[in-house]
């Protein structure tokens, strides 16, 4: 098991980061004439004022279709996107963009991608991959982590200085005119790599004295056992799901307290996908780990998340908890999705599909944005009024000015 | 829409249609890529019947074959080889006949929508222009051409308008739907369709999948509906066949299928799915493991390492396909030894 200092005080429902207001627009690259007249200027509203708590200890999912400003967001809490406006609270302190940032970088929260392809180096072992998340972090002035690279520093030094002497046995072998000799010199050079390369690649003990241990303990926590197998292998050696759970070992290592997976298992098998799923769930239970948990896939919220903010063009439509959202949606679009989701039962058929297709976000519809694909009530302010996200449940909020609760 | 001049031409409606006059039958095929270090076997020993006015899925998780399969058919394979088997199509052997005339049946005869087909629409041509190509090429621009255009267009949700726009004017729906028009427009007897619905939304995919039922049904369609998602398989088709590691291991009606799967991998795989309208929430199944290797499969069922219900026999022969019967009638295989009558007593401690 990895040591952690965990908080014994934590309840669940204490928030841990409170996004307020949130706003990113993306200047939109206009033709010449805009160039010249600023004036003019179109924006991408990816998020368009969102405001959402992710409480300690929870599972808080995020979905929505495609370009409604998931994975913006996300990039915003890891730092790889300013804000336009908005601001945070951490643990119930008020902070500024400019403050959480540090928080970010001091490792409070860590990203798993969509695409488990390309997020690990192929250049290096799985294990070293996840170490080097340490190394990147500066978290490596413990004595035994030293060690450990030490001695896989030796290890290489060995195969150097071995293919160094090989080299000169062949040069050797090659300036004897007698042939026994040149014979004896290569077989000594090729058995002497041979060796080596055995004895620093494949000799357990070696392997044992280079693994770091806590990453061997976390590959055996997600589901990767026999764990020093696995440290020993390079990403293009196990499938795409194995890359996956290296991916959420090499977040989890930093002991974070917030992570944040942006549809981790979207690319993978449903054979594979909810085996991921069981294990960031059972290392958010052990590590008291929050998880915002963007997805567009609504049944693996379903079965995964705690609370959860349904996103519609960069505007939070509907929020609450999983249970009372899927058995008592409010809002006509999170109806829509339940019901467009194929079940696996044949014969059984969807109702109520909205028509039409999610609407630009550089010029979002006045009034309520999802009023276009409606197709239940049409009141003429759903055209003119954006609707307000207000509470109608205890912890159910809506933003819809005739929920479905009222027809 | 009422009259249907496309579907005219071939109208058999009845409700035992199916299963009774094979349009595409495949027999025996080995298909591989020929790599570096060996061959990859994509499609091992594959034997299937289309029969016409039917929708089959081809079901499997990625890498097993599917769209090799399709590109087979096709004959449009891009570095891999046909190393036996037999696939007819009308009585025509696909296998062994010239190009020439192959390119004389695809698009006319035998069709493909694409994985990811939206980005195969040319970005300098009008959309009316990708029409117009079309018919041309095959010889079809007639003076009804103009009225079939307008009228898929119609059916496809597509209004007429926008006919002069510019494929990258459209959002991705619209482009598949556009691109399922251009397959139409030819009226093929068989069409491949390669996920297409997966790069989309799941409302627009909802949207889209409801068209195609419909569209299936007034065109009288033979449809081979490539996927990997079974929730799309029980919306859509009326037989599955579910492919593993380039083989298919289990065949037969959908709603049998899911029901009572025969095969341990077809069960796994049913439970794995996720239910959004179960009332309860439950805790979800997976398949330990991963696919095997295709280069230079051994002679074992390729499923057996990760099979909660695998025997020493598993790992030691490969199974032979199996008819079961149901009651319904329709034709039902499955690859497992747990059905077969020498070595099912193996397995009676299960
Ligand atoms: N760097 C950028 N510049 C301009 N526009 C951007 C940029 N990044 C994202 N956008 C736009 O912002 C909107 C939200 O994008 P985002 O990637 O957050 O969507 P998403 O919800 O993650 O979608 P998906 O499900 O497809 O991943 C989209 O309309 C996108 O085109
Ligand atoms: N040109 C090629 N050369 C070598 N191997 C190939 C080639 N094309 C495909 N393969 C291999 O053949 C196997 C089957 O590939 P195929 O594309 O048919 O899978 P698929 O079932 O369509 O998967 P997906 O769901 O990801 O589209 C895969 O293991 C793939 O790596
Ligand atoms: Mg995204
Ligand atoms: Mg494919």
Redesign the pocket.
């Known amino acids: 098991m990895i040591k952690l200092e965990p908080e014994l005080n934590i309840q669940s429902g204490t928030p841990l980061l409170e996004i307020i207001n949130l706003k990113k627009y993306f200047p939109v690259e206009g033709g010449i004439i805009q160039r010249i007249l600023p004036t003019q200027k179109d924006y991408v509203h990816a998020i368009d004022d969102i405001s959402f708590t992710i409480n300690r200890g929870e599972i808080f999912c995020l979905v929505g279709e495609s370009g409604c400003g998931k994975t913006t967001t996300a990039n915003i809490l890891v730092g790889l996107e300013e804000p336009t406006a908005g601001s945070f609270k951490w643990k119930d302190n008020l902070i500024s963009y400019q403050d959480l940032k540090p928080k970010i970088k001091d490792i409070k929260s860590q990203i798993v991608f969509q695409n488990p392809y390309s997020a690990l180096s192929p250049r290096m072992r799985l294990g070293d991959s996840v170490l080097h998340s340490l190394i990147i972090h500066n978290r490596v002035q413990d004595k035994i982590t030293l060690k450990r690279l030490k001695n896989a520093f030796k290890s290489e030094i060995i195969l150097f200085i071995s293919a160094l002497f090989s080299i000169f046995l062949f040069i050797i072998s090659f300036m004897l005119d007698a042939s026994s000799g040149f014979l004896i010199a290569i077989t000594a050079a090729l058995l002497f790599t041979l060796a080596s390369g055995i004895y620093v690649n494949y000799s357990l003990i070696q392997k044992k004295k280079i693994a770091d241990p806590r990453v061997l303990d976390l590959f055996t926590e997600v589901g990767l056992s026999p764990a020093l197998q696995y440290y020993f292998k390079y990403p293009h050696e196990v499938s795409g799901g194995e890359r996956q759970r290296a991916n959420i070992a090499r977040a989890i290592i930093l002991n974070p307290e917030l992570l944040i997976a942006d549809e981790p298992t979207s690319m993978l098998d449903v054979s594979l996908r909810a085996g991921i799923l069981d294990s960031l769930k059972s290392l958010q239970e052990t590590h008291n780990i929050s998880i915002l948990f963007i997805t567009h896939d609504l049944a693996t919220a379903r079965h995964f998340g705690d609370r959860i903010s349904v996103m519609y063009v960069g505007k939070v439509a509907e929020m609450g908890s999983i249970d009372s959202i899927f058995k008592n949606p409010l809002h006509p679009y999170t109806k829509a999705l339940i019901e467009a989701i194929p079940t696996p039962i044949p014969g059984d058929k969807a109702y109520n599909l909205p028509k039409g297709e999610v609407p630009d976000a550089v010029h979002p519809p006045p009034g309520c944005r999802y009023h276009p694909r409606c197709t239940y009530a049409k009141f003429p302010y759903c055209e003119t009024e954006e609707p307000e996200l207000r509470e109608l449940f205890p912890n159910h909020y809506v933003a819809c000015h005739f929920p479905l609760n009222s027809i | 829409m009422t009259s249907s001049i496309l579907s005219s031409a071939r109208k058999t409606q009845s409700n035992d249609r199916y299963y009774n006059k094979a349009l595409l039958e495949i027999k025996n095929l080995i298909v591989e890529?020929?790599?570096k270090e060996g061959n990859?076997r994509?499609?091992d020993d594959v034997s299937l019947t289309l029969y016409r006015g039917e929708v089959l899925g081809l079901v499997?998780?990625?890498?097993?074959?599917?769209?090799?399969?399709?590109?087979t058919i096709l004959k449009l394979l891009?570095?891999?080889v046909i190393r036996s088997g037999e696939i007819s199509f009308n009585d025509i052997n696909l296998v062994t006949i010239p190009e020439g005339e192959m390119q004389l049946l695809r698009g006319p005869e035998l069709s493909m929508i694409f994985?990811a087909s939206q980005n195969a629409l040319n970005p300098l041509q009008k959309v009316l222009n990708h029409f117009i190509d079309t018919l041309k090429t095959h010889y079809r621009w007639n003076d009804e051409s103009w009225q079939k255009i307008l009228e898929l267009l119609n059916r496809l949700e597509i209004p007429e308008s926008r006919l002069e726009d510019y494929p990258f004017q459209f959002s991705g729906g619209m482009q598949q739907r556009i691109v399922i028009a251009l397959t139409l427009i030819l009226n093929p007897k068989l069409i491949i369709a390669?996920?297409p619905t997966t790069a989309l939304d799941v409302l627009v995919q909802a949207r889209l999948l409801e068209i195609l039922k419909e569209i299936i049904k007034e065109y009288d369609l033979t449809v081979l509906y490539?996927t990997?998602d079974l929730g799309i398989v029980a919306e859509i088709t009326n037989r599955v066949a579910i492919?593993y590691a380039?083989q298919i291991l289990e065949i037969g009606d959908t709603q049998t299928i899911f029901q009572n799967a025969a095969h341990p991998y077809t069960r796994a795989l049913i439970e794995a799915i996720p239910n959004v309208k179960d009332e309860e929430k439950k805790l979800l199944s997976f398949i330990p493991g991963h696919p095997p290797d295709?280069r230079n499969p051994p002679l074992i069922c390729c499923f057996a390492d990760r099979c909660s219900y695998s025997q020493d026999i598993c790992h030691s022969k490969k199974p032979q396909s199996i008819n079961l019967n149901f009651e319904n009638g329709v034709q039902h295989k499955v690859k497992c030894f747990i059905y077969d009558d020498r070595y099912g007593h193996l397995f009676d401690q299960k």
């Open positions: 890529y020929p790599v990859v994509a499609i499997g998780e990625s890498g097993c074959g599917k769209s090799s399969l399709g590109f891009k570095g891999g994985q390669d996920e490539i990997h492919m380039g295709l």
